[in-house]
């Protein structure tokens, strides 16, 4: 069956740590590959996204993504993060065939202390 | 920048009645989806709706359900006939080409 994991539900990171979120994705195909992120009272705001090519991809608010065929992996980092980065963050998946159908996984909720 | 804006940001309703809820998408964009997250799990597709039809909806969009883009400018999620299950967060999307959706901030439904 299709499936998208978040394995860490919470993360807690000192502000100026570096910040590394998983996601695991099990489909036939490498389908297409994002990173959303929810602040409160927020809607999901797209980070980055990985179609194909170039396996490091760039998003915004300093944030990068790695895509590991290998691993099934697609994993969200940022070398340092500010309070401002507190927020839940969700990847998600869409098939080749049918971008618009995003599966997404459970969320990682990330708290920054000073 | 433009965003995709839903109304009403709560709504509360009694079992069996019908609500509407509202998003009004980017306005360039082409292609437009509801999604639902209930409160503890995973945000869900319900249906994708491109050309004034829908595209694909998922085994949740049942007969309950239905979506409209009544005036060109707003996209609405009908739920007929209201269940305890339904309460949900409801998000709305928008694409101007099918590649990357752009989210607004949902409606928090509750049925009691």
């Known amino acids: 069956a299709q499936s998208v994991t978040q394995p860490d539900i919470h993360i807690t990171v000192s502000e100026g740590a570096s910040l590394e979120l998983r996601c695991n994705y099990s489909?036939?195909?490498?389908?297409?590959l994002f990173w959303y992120v929810q602040s409160p009272g927020q809607g999901l705001q797209l980070l980055l996204k990985y179609f194909s090519g170039d396996t490091l991809v760039q998003g915004i608010k300093g944030f990068e993504a790695e895509f590991k065929r290998s691993q099934s992996s697609f994993n969200l980092r940022k070398p340092s993060v500010h309070w401002s980065d507190a927020a839940e963050y969700f990847c998600?998946?869409?098939?080749?065939?049918?971008?618009?159908?995003?599966?997404f996984g459970a969320g990682t909720q990330v708290v920054v202390t000073p | 920048e433009p965003e995709v804006t839903q109304t009403p940001s709560h709504q509360v309703t009694q079992m069996g009645q019908e609500v509407i809820l509202r998003c009004v998408p980017i306005s360039n964009h082409l292609y437009f989806y509801w999604y639902r997250q209930i409160l503890g799990q995973k945000v869900e597709f319900l249906v994708s709706?491109?050309?004034?039809?829908?595209?694909?909806k998922s085994e949740i969009f049942d007969d309950q359900f239905s979506v409209e883009r009544p005036d060109g400018s707003n996209f609405t999620l009908k739920i007929r006939s209201t269940k305890l299950e339904d309460s949900a967060m409801y998000f709305c999307a928008s694409s101007p080409d099918e590649e990357t959706q752009y989210f607004g901030p949902g409606t928090r439904l509750l049925v009691l």
């Open positions: 998600a998946v869409a098939p080749t065939d049918s971008w618009g159908k995003l599966q």
């Open positions: 489909y036939g195909a490498t389908p297409y």
């Open positions: 709706f491109y050309n004034n039809e829908i595209s694909e």
